[in-house]
């Protein structure tokens, strides 16, 4: 497996992440879906060694995601979180530049040819190569959550992870994300997200985490764990199930009494 955590348990002053033991193969796109608070966020924050386990461990390729250096794992594993800082007077160009930083020793600044085609590569990808000059801060939501992809891209990472990157956008741009992390996909590229939307979760993922109070209440493929039962356990409503030209999809009836 590319990515596994053991006995996981963290989160801030008290555990909100309890126990979680799950593996990620090469060319999966895990999707956590849950409540608000179920913990999907910290999560995805511990996986990502932004936050540091209370207990438990993260494996990517085999060792100790937490005792490796930043460099190293942000060679092999990059972030998209849910809310970035806009930076002031940077271009498109240079932010995706930036995605290059773990790959350079301290005294080089400029960019070696290598990495200057991996940062065309990623401008190109998510169709920002016409915007390259663009000052970040005059971008719209769509096109600016499509320049940190560029960013996380330009790492040229094994692992992908996103923190509900469709919010704030309108429904064109979340299929148009939703898309492009597909064709990345079936690169290759193995893609974890926090989805809030349940229908987008069961469309695009290969598997399904459904999160409870900081545990894992199920976790397969859509069609296996997302049942009425499974749906009224975790997010508290009753729900008619459908099969759609795009897939499984989930239609709220009506909130479930406590």
């Not at 590319?2 to 348990?9: G, H, K, S, V």
């Not at 999160?211 to 976790?219: C, D, E, P, V, Y």
Request: with cysteine; charged share 20%.
């Amino acid at each position: 497996m590319l990515l596994e955590t053991q006995n996981l348990i963290g989160g801030y002053t008290k555990p909100i992440i309890h126990e979680i033991t799950l593996t990620v193969e090469t060319g999966e796109w895990l999707s956590l879906v849950g409540a608000n608070g179920s913990g999907k966020s910290t999560l995805l924050k511990l996986i990502s060694r932004l936050l540091k386990p209370q207990q438990g461990t993260v494996l990517l390729d085999g060792k100790a995601i937490h005792s490796q250096p930043a460099s190293i794992v942000a060679q092999k594993l990059a972030l998209l979180p849910q809310q970035q800082t806009i930076p002031s007077g940077l271009t498109v160009r240079q932010l995706v530049s930036l995605g290059r930083t773990p790959y350079q020793p301290w005294w080089q600044y400029s960019l070696q040819p290598e990495d200057k085609a991996k940062v065309e590569t990623a401008l190109q990808l998510t169709r920002m190569d016409e915007y390259s000059d663009r000052f970040v801060e005059e971008l719209s939501g769509g096109e600016r959550q499509r320049a940190f992809l560029a960013l996380a891209l330009a790492q040229d990472p094994q692992i992908l992870l996103l923190d509900e990157p469709t919010t704030y956008l309108d429904i064109r741009y979340q299929l148009e994300l939703l898309e492009l992390l597909k064709q990345l996909n079936q690169q290759h590229l193995t893609i974890i997200t926090v989805l809030h939307d349940v229908n987008l979760a069961a469309r695009y993922s290969t598997r399904l985490a459904l999160l409870s109070q900081g545990r894992i209440f199920a976790i397969g493929k859509p069609k296996e764990i997302l049942t009425p039962a499974n749906l009224a356990d975790v997010l508290g409503v009753e729900v008619v199930i459908l099969e759609t030209p795009v897939g499984l999809q989930i239609c709220p009836v009506a909130a479930m009494n406590d």
